[in-house]
């Protein structure tokens, strides 16, 4: 899944690069887009009584993006066993390609009180799109 995101001036820091924190608001940004193309938007799994913390996140910068910038940002579901899942993303200069940054979202699944819960038995129909999406990257 491609989204894109145009680099704003309040995202730029006093040397005129986009801060470094931006790119984890990015990858959430892209991972929200992701759900709704999978037909399964984040809103309706908390109207299903589900939350969907992050457990971790990892990026690795690789070159500058400047205020203007469009970036492309590949998401990929990573692994998934029916309580937590990963997402990589690379986020490249959409004009260039040439990568701006690399990274990974940790995520489990829990009920409004914080427990773990089966998205099988919960969302059957979030957890064939999900798996299905395991299989398309195979």
Known sequence: MGYIHQAQ?????????IHHSNYIRWMEEARIAYMDEMAFPYKAVEEAGIISPVLSVQCDYKSMTHFGDRVAIEVKLTSYNGLKYTISYVMRDEKTGEVRAEGTSGHCYLNKDG???SVKKVLPDLHEKMMAMLEDKA
């Open 9 to 17: 001036y309040y995202e730029t820091d006093q040397m005129g690069i």
């Open 115 to 117: 427990r773990p819960v």
